[in-house]
């Protein structure tokens, strides 16, 4: 049985059937197709930090492939008044067929899927954010920018830039990633990173001056600068993140046809100037609406490796 947690729990191979696997739903499902793939199939959704793509994705895309979505909040369950985490999963996953988990905390998440008997799939932990990460590739294949892309992404050295290490590394891109001095990622997610370089053949280097990360990129990507739980932060981070927000100045150092991917929410003004997210290079609705399609994918993929 296999979890999806963090991409670095997949090889390229593993990467890319989902991804081909993701488009062939999508095709089916624009063509008016309904892949009934997980028919009669229960997801639990736990969430334990808010959201809008990540819930409506997995509730919508486990009933356009024929199961239903139980959506638990944290005040749903006895979580929230103390159970342990591995007597919630050993109930949960002796009910259900699989279960997202979206959580404020990544050894949550692992020691959920210790105890789980089916597969538990990362809707957003602190380190990683896998599924948007499948979410952006499969929106560069449909843009055309899957083949060998320089990205470059500008802003916090979060669960976003992390997952952007993994994806790079894994698939063989080159990874420019900016972050202001004492925003960093993690040393010991980089590290994995030039790890799975060595193999891939990705080039992988972090900077702190974004017009360097941006000059000739094919893909420009960024998230917002203060995360939900950093809000008092958030003064601070403004001040310290000046002078990296993806403008049309900053856009026209990467190359003419480059995308712009953002994994939303979005705050105007700030990572991102309005004229850019609006402009003729932003994908970010269509990397949003691929949300619903990659996750479909992954979950149909999880499926069959159990079957």
Known sequence: MRHFLSLKDFTKQEIEEMITLSLDIKKNLKSGKRDLLLNGKTLAMIFEKNSTRTRVSFEA???????????????????GRGEEMRDTARVISSMVDLVVMRTTSHTRLLEFSE???????????DLYHPAQLLADY??????????NPVIAYVGDGNNMAHSWLMLASIMGFELRLATPRGYEPSVTIYQDALSFAEESGAHIVLLSDPREAVDGADVV???????????EEKQQRMKDFKGFCVNTKLLSYA?????FL????????????DRVLEGSQSVVFLEAENRLHVQKGIMVWLEQKIG
């Open 221 to 231: 990507a960024t998230d917002t600068w203060t995360s939900m739980g950093q809000e």
């Open 61 to 79: 895309g486990i009933y356009q492939l024929g199961g239903v979505g139980l959506f638990l909040s944290d005040k749903d369950l006895q979580l």
């Open 255 to 259: 190359k003419d046809d480059a995308i």
């Open 138 to 147: 499969l929106t560069m294949v449909e843009c055309g920018k899957g083949e």
């Open 115 to 125: 105890y789980s008997s089916v597969p538990v799939i990362n809707g957003l932990s």
């Open 262 to 273: 953002h994994c939303l929410p979005a705050y105007r003004g700030q990572e991102v100037s």
